[in-house]
């Protein structure tokens, strides 16, 4: 007799775009990796009730309708089929957080085997509130959680036990920059092309950025700065005003959110990323400039440092440093050398631990160690 090998039912409630960032690009490979879908019968639900960056957090009472949505689909899930698990993009804290306590009720009314994947970090800056606290408890009673680095470990270890807690790199379909001039045959007469793509919030840290670039100005070094990026709560007036403020209107140029070939462009196009972000975990940016052959500069913040290796694929600087970021940036600006040498290391770091097959594959070793558990 053939025996039939039945597939472990996962439920993901996941962040999936619009709007576009870290947690809504994971929730996309998760939905389309064939791996995944192959090795478990998957439900997605998608738990995104923004359509626009700048809409993310705001508007309780316009979104409520949206909310009513989102818990009837999950409640209709529970309720209609039986799974071995369910997977949830939770997030660590504010109106987000308060607005996925109701599916986590109801996880818990239909004793669901609950596995949380954190895309930020916060739970430890919230916990002394009494309410707060008790949430935590709830939600993080008898659960497992991903986490992309054993630095944010920290963040929930109240809460959760350390054996109950997996690691997996983030990772990224690959991109050919073929097209693009290779760095080292760039010419070396050429303005050092600086760039920052990310989001524009300030957390990211572009302010910083513009800081850095004005002490540059100062020191007569040539260079351009390019800002690619999603407006959030930064706006464009604000940041043109900014950036005038600081004289920097002949070295900075603001692109506007780019994707597809234009952002791959800018990517080929530069000669050092610069990522002063305030608070993250491990950014996926990061990994597209690595693979870009970039040498990146970004802080000591969250799990990057077990992305970026400081001195060799870049620099790490402390947070709200703009002299430090200067001092990184003029280095890579006046040694074109050092530019390509640790491009290539970061590419090479790149395809050894952070491409979107190497994810997959730890994402389905964890899926099925916890449908056992």
């Not at 239909?110 to 954190?118: A, D, G, M, T, V």
Request: aromatic content about 10%; proline content about 3%.
């Amino acid at each position: 007799m053939i025996e039939i090998k039945v597939r472990p039912k996962i439920l993901f409630i996941l962040h999936m775009p619009p709007p576009l960032h870290g947690a809504a690009k994971v929730g996309q490979h998760l939905f389309e990796s064939a791996e995944i879908n192959n090795s478990f019968e998957c439900t997605f639900i998608n738990l995104q009730t923004s359509k626009k960056l700048s809409d993310t957090g705001k508007g309780f009472f316009s979104k409520f309708t949206s909310f009513l949505s989102l818990y009837r689909k999950v409640f209709i899930a529970l309720r209609s089929s039986s799974y071995d698990s369910c997977y949830m993009t939770i997030n660590s804290g504010g109106f987000a957080y308060y607005k996925e306590i109701v599916i986590v009720f109801l996880l818990r009314l239909f004793n669901q085997n609950i596995l949380y994947h954190f895309h930020n970090k916060g739970v430890s800056k919230t916990q002394h509130r009494t309410i707060n606290h008790l949430l935590y408890r709830y939600s993080f009673k008898n659960v497992q959680c991903i986490l992309s680095s054993e630095r944010l470990y920290f963040d929930i270890k109240k809460y959760v036990s350390k054996e109950d807690v997996h690691y997996c790199f983030y990772g990224i379909p690959p991109t050919d920059y073929q097209q693009s001039v290779e760095k080292s045959s760039k010419e070396i007469d050429n303005i050092p092309k600086l760039l920052f793509l990310s989001n524009l919030i300030i957390e990211k840290g572009p302010y910083i950025l513009l800081d850095a670039c004005r002490l540059l100005k100062t020191r007569n070094v040539d260079f351009e700065c390019h800002i690619v990026g999603d407006w959030g709560d930064i706006t464009e007036d604000e940041l043109i005003a900014n950036i005038k403020e600081r004289e920097l209107t002949k070295h900075v140029v603001v692109h506007g959110r780019q994707v597809g070939r234009r952002k791959n462009e800018l990517l080929s196009n530069s000669d050092v990323f610069v990522l002063p972000t305030l608070n993250d975990c491990s950014p996926l940016v990061l990994l597209e400039a690595m693979q870009a052959e970039l040498p990146v500069i970004t802080t000591i913040e969250g799990g990057i440092p077990d992305v970026v290796q400081d001195g060799k694929t870049g620099f790490l600087v402390k947070k709200h440093d703009a002299i430090q970021l200067a001092d990184k940036m003029e280095i890579l600006i006046q040694n074109p050398e050092l530019r390509v040498k640790m491009g290539k290391a970061g590419k090479t770091r790149f395809e050894q631990q952070f491409t979107l097959d190497k994810f997959e594959s730890r994402m389905v070793e964890i899926f099925a160690n916890v449908v056992q558990d």
